[in-house]
């Protein structure tokens, strides 16, 4: 009897674990797709949506992520997908100067 509650104990304790893994990083499992990342990358661009990533090959992708803000410039990123957890560097192109972003994929962008 103590056996199968340790059994099952630890089970669950596992199966939460891996759910929770999964959700903290799906590109494990699921791999980058271009409206997960666009999603990613307009989130971290300061709450403005990103209309549209391309892959360029090699982990390299380019998102165009529009502002929040009205009458703001679209920006362009180079953006670069290391690993196979979904995380990822950007740097803006096309801009006086600059400015990087980083973040990973989390079950939120694919909603």
Known sequence: ???RLIFLAISVLLFLAVVGFLAYRPATVTGVHAGELASSVGGAAGGGSSEECRDLGNGDWRCHSSRARKGAKPL????????????????RTGRAGPRTLSGCLTIVDYF
């Open 76 to 91: 362009t990123y180079r953006v670069h997908v290391h690993g196979q957890f979904g995380c990822w560097k950007a740097r």
């Open 1 to 3: 009897m103590i056996r």
